[in-house]
């Protein structure tokens, strides 16, 4: 057996300053043209939505809104593709959540709380005008029949008609009237289609029957024209409202009875009587949604009564939890307690579920028929702790009570081992007892850190809508008051219930309360903030 021997190989040399300079040039080129890749194709996204945007605000003509989301679109192009604005790219898209989540939200808020905008006040004057003459149309007894097709574009349904006498094609929706068609296909003398829209099938126009039959298409841009309705999608008739609109004295007159009614400026025209026509539309009112509030004896009563509910709640609700989490921070911050790391999982479980899920639970638990705290552990008791309305409100404190004070708990835990022990030390050896330690050193060192949490605790529940909603819904409401609220409501459910719920949904007033409600927080909150500056010199 021979031993075979390789020749040496000859061993590659180190790459030269000059590859190595060359190397990192072409790896930071490639990692460029990766990251222009990725930001082209999310500008792309962004564009592909604005174009969207745009085209679906042009065809509501809005060109206010359009003109905005075009300029914004732009400048977002310009910064992203600029190498001079660095800065800009970092925050320009927190910016723009700020102005449409936080910026937009309070000053749209604000202005509704000046309107009368709620129900039977939508829209503008001509939408109110043209919903008042559809909703009183009548058929022509004569009419001709027009051949129609129900087209659709962007979820807008419209009708597509072909005039009997000369055959004439014309195109309209709700909102706009007949207008010629451009680009349209016939069939037999008849139009089917038209460029830019979709044409339903009979089967399609039968699935939407209800949407179909509510279409009434202008015949023209006097509203005492009549309109053109189908019941089939096939064949459409003349209809004329039995409300005749006057333009230049700004009336409405019922052509049955004879009845004038006339814009009086509260956004609904108005008869001699009082009697208004609905719908109305939005107009500004000033400050007249604030002086109802607090000069209707309807509404004045229920606002004073849950406002100090609101404040007794919040102010409750945080004492009652920083002061039970308080005291088992302290029982489980003693190193003698066994099986502390235990304890404390066991404490922290309510925090880990969701508060409204909670709230869900501790209803069915307190129902006074099945639930589980009179059947089971009352022995069959009919004690009614959602229905009587002090039980209620004491059941409400109960339920935030096991909600809140796990975070409590971690507050103070944390914030007491945070205190240092020689703080402690040098208190024992002065001669101070456990309490005087607790009183004079830890409390007010622990009040430095859990003071703005607190505040923020009580901001929290002065606006804790899941617990009052899921848990009592706000009730037992009250009797006689003309808004749908209870006792226990807090002002945040009051302006839900106002704005979403009853036949009146009334946002005008709801946006007044709401202002209210901001007022009354930002000044508490700048108050409490200034009052913490005393604790900071403990530090």
Request: charged share 15%.
């Amino acid at each position: 057996m021979t031993d075979t021997i390789e020749a040496p190989t000859e061993q590659e040399a180190p790459p030269t300053k000059k590859q190595r300079q060359a190397a990192k040039i072409a790896d930071a080129a490639s990692g460029r043209t990766g990251w222009l890749i990725v930001k082209i194709a999310l500008l792309a996204i962004v564009d592909a939505i604005a174009l969207y945007a745009a085209i679906v605000l042009s065809l509501h003509s809005e060109w206010l809104v359009l003109a905005l989301v075009v300029a914004v679109t732009a400048l977002v192009n310009w910064i992203y593709f600029s190498r001079r604005t660095v800065p800009a790219k970092y925050l320009t898209p927190g910016i723009i959540l700020l102005v449409l989540f936080q910026i937009f939200t309070l000053l749209y808020t604000a202005y509704i709380g000046f309107t009368n905008y709620g129900t039977g006040h939508n829209g503008s004057k001509d939408q109110a005008i043209a919903s008042l003459m559809r909703s009183s149309l009548v058929r022509v007894e004569d009419s001709p029949t027009f051949d129609v097709a129900v087209v659709e574009r962007v979820g807008v349904l419209g009708l597509l008609v072909t005039d009997p006498t000369d055959g004439d094609v014309s195109l309209g929706t709700n909102t706009e009237p007949l207008h010629p068609a451009d680009g349209v296909t016939m069939d037999g003398g008849k139009a089917v289609a038209v460029d830019g829209w979709d044409t339903l099938t009979f089967a399609e126009v039968l699935s939407r029957s209800n949407d179909v039959e509510q279409l009434a298409v202008a015949i023209s841009d006097d509203p005492n024209d009549g309109a053109i309705r189908t019941q089939d999608g096939q064949k459409g008739y003349q209809y004329v409202s039995t409300l005749e609109y006057d333009a230049v004295a700004d009336t409405m007159t019922d052509t049955a009875t004879g009845t004038v009614y006339a814009d009086t400026g509260e956004g609904a025209f108005t008869s001699e009587s009082g009697e208004q026509l609905m719908p109305g539309w939005q107009v500004f009112v000033g400050f007249d949604n604030f002086v109802r509030a607090l000069t209707d004896a309807t509404i004045r009563g229920p606002l004073v009564a849950v406002t100090l509910w609101t404040f007794v709640f919040a102010a409750v609700s945080v004492a009652s939890t920083f002061f039970l989490g308080l005291l088992l921070a302290v029982v489980f911050n003693d190193k003698r307690m066994r099986f502390r790391n235990g304890y404390r999982t066991m404490l922290i479980l309510p925090y880990a579920f969701p508060a409204f899920l909670s709230a869900l639970i501790w209803a069915g638990m307190m129902n006074e028929s099945f639930g589980f705290i009179n059947q089971v552990l009352l022995g069959g008791a009919e004690i009614p702790w959602l229905t009587d309305p002090w039980l209620a409100k004491i059941s409400v404190l109960i339920v935030n009570l096991w909600l809140g004070f796990p975070y409590m708990f971690i507050v103070c835990m944390g914030a007491l081992q945070g205190i240092p022990e020689d703080v402690n030390e040098a208190a024992v050896m002065d001669g101070a007892n456990p309490w005087q330690i607790f009183r004079r050193i830890k409390l007010p060192l622990l009040l430095v850190t859990v003071t703005p949490l607190l505040i923020a605790s009580f901001a929290f529940n002065f606006n804790n809508f899941n617990l009052i909603y899921m848990l009592t819904n706000g009730g037992p409401r009250f009797s006689d008051v003309s808004i749908p609220v209870g006792h226990t409501d807090i002002l945040i459910s009051m302006v839900y219930k106002v704005a979403f719920t009853g036949q009146n949904r009334d946002y005008g007033l709801a946006s007044a309360f709401t202002i209210l409600i901001f007022i009354v927080v930002t000044v508490m909150a700048i108050i409490s903030f200034r009052k913490t500056k005393a604790l900071e010199e403990l530090n």
